[in-house]
């Protein structure tokens, strides 16, 4: 019931054109959910950062600017 509940709102969120984050404890399945699902969508790229309790905003927003 809950693993229906996660995918279907990341699908949802993908398909509404929104971004999806996980955050949640090690061993989850966050990160494999989210390959899973970037694999099945032709042209979709992934970007993934581990949080560490020291990650800041800045961390997050010097990363993205220059992944872009």
């Known amino acids: 019931q809950r693993q229906m509940c996660i995918r279907d709102r990341a699908m949802l969120a993908l398909l509404s054109g929104n971004h999806v984050f996980y955050d949640g404890p090690p061993g989850t399945g966050k990160s494999m959910l ?30 993205i600017d220059d992944w872009d």
């Open 34 to 63: 989210c390959n899973a699902i970037t694999k099945r969508i032709q042209g979709a790229d992934i970007f993934q950062y581990l949080m560490t309790a020291t990650t800041t905003d800045d961390d997050l927003s010097a990363i």
